[in-house]
């Protein structure tokens, strides 16, 4: 059954770093997602991402975020310079473009535990 | 905006007991509904969805109805496994974009 992947796992930075999460989404899918979950809140949109471009992207997305589809295939998140607060588990997913609607059926990968010290 | 509450965790039952977790919503617009659950060390994978008022999603013994009138989404399962222990998050979803709600413990004792 096809998944979204994800890596690293975990990774731990020391505040101030820069940070690249990598996901890789289903194939034939076309819209792409970050969310994000601090530990014991909720779990918050942060930035989809279609044709090339952000879509959408929530008041946590600021200038320290950016997202690129490099080559086609990955599909990146990156923190330019991490802070205590950005520890949390990121979550990709993707979805599908059925109809010219989007179905809201969204598929998730594991999730890359960061850790900011 | 949109919003999801759902009922605080976490919830402890034995194995064949009755399940519910409270879920509503607030949303401007005609959502689509969703159950999503998170196995340990998993990532959320779609437990089932209704797209309009009156419908039920059903999956694995799991059931939800979109409740219009309540604005609501209950999860129920009439007799769970103690491979039912999750985390099960209610979400919506209003022209493609996820809001959930805070997530629920389920354990599951044998």
């Known amino acids: 059954e096809p998944e979204v992947t994800q890596t690293p796992s975990h990774q731990v930075t020391q505040m101030g770093q820069e940070v690249i999460l990598r996901c890789v989404p289903i194939?034939?899918?076309?819209?792409f997602y970050w969310y994000r979950q601090i530990l014991g809140q909720k779990v918050e949109f942060l930035v989809s991402f279609y044709n090339n471009e952000i879509s959408e992207k929530s008041e946590i997305f600021d200038d320290q975020f950016s997202v690129e589809r490099p080559d086609g295939s990955n599909f990146t998140l990156k923190i330019r310079s991490t802070k205590l607060e950005d520890s949390a588990m990121y979550f990709c997913a993707s979805s599908e473009l059925a109809g010219g609607q989007i179905t809201g059926e969204l598929f998730f990968g594991e999730g890359s535990r960061l850790t900011v010290l | 905006g949109d919003s999801v509450t759902q009922m605080e965790g976490p919830v402890t039952l034995s194995e064949e007991a009755f399940l519910t977790i409270n879920c509503t919503y607030t949303?401007?617009?005609?959502?689509?509904l969703f159950w999503y659950v998170q196995y340990p060390g998993e990532g959320l994978q779609l437990l089932l969805k209704?797209?309009?008022?009156?419908d039920k999603g059903s999956n694995k013994g799991f059931e939800a109805t979109y409740r219009k009138e309540t604005t609501s989404f209950h999860l129920e399962k009439g007799s769970v496994q103690v491979s039912d222990s999750a985390v099960y998050f209610c979400a919506l979803s209003d022209a493609g974009q996820l809001t959930f709600g805070k997530g629920t413990l389920l354990t599951v004792n044998p």
């Open positions: 194939s034939n899918h076309l819209y």
């Open positions: 949303a401007t617009g005609y959502p689509s």
């Open positions: 209704a797209t309009k008022a009156d």
